[in-house]
Structures are given as structure tokens and as C-alpha cells.
């Protein structure tokens, strides 16, 4: 399996995205990168924001995304005792098989320091670009 662990702020929104009042939301651009390289890849996407401690807003990003035809394969558990993404990812992977992988997000501290090639960071400014959804690509064949 080849898998998307997918941060939301910074990611498919950012200052210049489009807001509801003042919450960010999806930017329609950054969306269609996502797919590009969900649907160049095949592969599954698993959420690693702290929207997934909303049920709300994973409700609204499953929609968005659905909009698209994307779904939410999963999320990574919440651990209490590590506040860095990058144990979650670690867990959530354990005992599954993972071929590829690819970690989208804005802040280091989900990056897996021995795998550095599977970390893609975004940026607030500008969100998901197409020269990242080009190296994701890249790296996780098609």
C-alpha cells in the first residue's frame, strides 16, 4: 500500500486560501494537487492534522475531498504521551504493509528524520504547490 499522511493547515489551506468568517478552509488549487497525486499514485490518504480530533472538521474535509472523489482512508491515532506527528505515523504504520510512503506538512515535526526523502514540507505562505505534488509523484511511482 502507498500512502498520503496528509496535514491540513499549511497544506491544502493557507493565507491566501478562502475563509468562512475566520477559519481557513479548503483551497480549491491546493485540492486538485492532492488528487493529482492521489490519483497518479494510488495511494491512500491518512490524515495526520489536528482536524481529526474535530469530528466537524473531519466531517467537512471528508466532504471536501469527497467533492473530488477523494476519501479518507484513515487517521493516526492520538498519543498522549508524544505530541510529535511523526510517533503517530510511526504507529499507525506498524504491522502494516506500507511499500511507499509520503508525509505532506508544513512543520518538521512530523517528518521522519531516517526516511528524509518521504518528507515533502509545504509552507503557510503557499500551501500544496504543484513542484511538491511533482516530487510526491515522483517519489512514490505510479
Given at each position: 500500500?502507498?500512502?498520503?499522511?496528509?496535514?491540513?493547515?499549511?497544506?491544502?489551506?493557507?493565507?491566501?486560501?478562502?475563509?468562512?468568517?475566520?477559519?481557513?478552509?479548503?483551497?480549491?488549487?491546493?485540492?486538485?494537487?492532492?488528487?493529482?497525486?492521489?490519483?497518479?499514485?494510488a495511494a491512500e490518504i491518512v490524515v495526520t492534522s489536528s482536524w481529526r480530533f474535530s469530528d466537524r472538521s473531519m466531517e467537512f474535509l471528508a466532504d471536501s475531498l469527497g467533492g473530488v472523489g477523494l476519501t479518507i482512508h484513515?487517521?493516526?491515532?492520538?498519543?498522549?504521551?508524544?505530541?510529535?506527528?511523526?510517533?503517530?505515523?510511526?504507529?499507525?504504520?506498524?504491522?502494516?504493509?506500507?511499500?511507499?510512503?509520503?508525509?505532506?506538512?508544513?512543520?518538521?515535526?512530523?517528518?521522519?528524520?531516517?526516511?528524509?526523502?518521504?518528507?515533502?514540507?509545504?509552507?503557510?505562505?503557499?500551501?500544496?504547490?504543484?513542484?511538491?505534488?511533482?516530487?510526491?509523484?515522483?517519489?512514490?511511482?505510479?
Amino acid at each position: 500500500m502507498k500512502v498520503v499522511f496528509l496535514d491540513i493547515d499549511g497544506v491544502l489551506n493557507h493565507l491566501g486560501a478562502p475563509k468562512s468568517g475566520a477559519i481557513y478552509t479548503i483551497c480549491p488549487l491546493c485540492l486538485q494537487r492532492l488528487h493529482r497525486i492521489v490519483d497518479e499514485t494510488a495511494a491512500e490518504i491518512v490524515v495526520t492534522s489536528s482536524w481529526r480530533f474535530s469530528d466537524r472538521s473531519m466531517e467537512f474535509l471528508a466532504d471536501s475531498l469527497g467533492g473530488v472523489g477523494l476519501t479518507i482512508h484513515d487517521s493516526t491515532p492520538i498519543l498522549p504521551c508524544s505530541p510529535m506527528r511523526h510517533a503517530e505515523i510511526r504507529q499507525w504504520m506498524d504491522g502494516k504493509d506500507v511499500e511507499r510512503f509520503a508525509i505532506l506538512d508544513d512543520s518538521s515535526d512530523a517528518f521522519i528524520t531516517d526516511v528524509e526523502s518521504a518528507n515533502f514540507q509545504t509552507s503557510w505562505e503557499n500551501g500544496l504547490t504543484d513542484e511538491i505534488a511533482d516530487e510526491v509523484i515522483r517519489y512514490m511511482g505510479k
